[in-house]
């Protein structure tokens, strides 16, 4: 299972962090990620994180802005999100990518609850 937590209401330039606990999988084994769909929108993936921590992906979006972290000993991801935009508007899902590279996140295997973020005056 993956549990997304920490979403809510933000006026723009404002931070917010999520957070996302795994169980039920060998958490250290996996890459792992944070997806975002906005309104009327395709989902799209916003950071990844392989295994080791060695290779991310990250959407041009979100570059200096976005940080992706994970706990492999507590079996957590977390998303830092500064300098929050009403763009960054959408519900944010944290899930497993088959893939992880430096310029792509894809074929996701299992998906978490989302959490929604809005961005907004």
């Known amino acids: 299972q993956l549990q997304a937590s920490g979403g809510g209401l933000v006026q723009p330039g404002g931070s917010l962090r999520l957070s996302c606990a795994a169980s039920?999988?060998?958490?250290?084994?996996?890459?792992i990620g944070w997806f975002r769909q906005a309104p009327g929108k395709e989902r799209e993936g916003v950071l990844c994180?392989?295994?080791?921590?060695?290779?991310?992906y990250y959407t041009d979006s979100v570059k200096g802005r976005f940080t992706i972290s994970r706990d492999n000993a507590k079996n957590t991801l977390s998303l830092q999100m500064n300098s929050l935009k009403p763009e960054d508007t959408a519900v944010y899902y944290c899930?497993?990518?088959?893939?992880?590279?430096?310029?792509?996140?894809?074929?996701?295997?299992?998906w978490g609850k989302g959490t929604l973020v809005t961005v907004s005056s």
């Open positions: 994180i392989a295994s080791s921590g060695g290779t991310t």
């Open positions: 899930a497993i990518p088959g893939v992880v590279a430096t310029n792509a996140c894809y074929g996701v295997r299992y």
């Open positions: 039920g999988f060998t958490f250290g084994h996996s890459a």
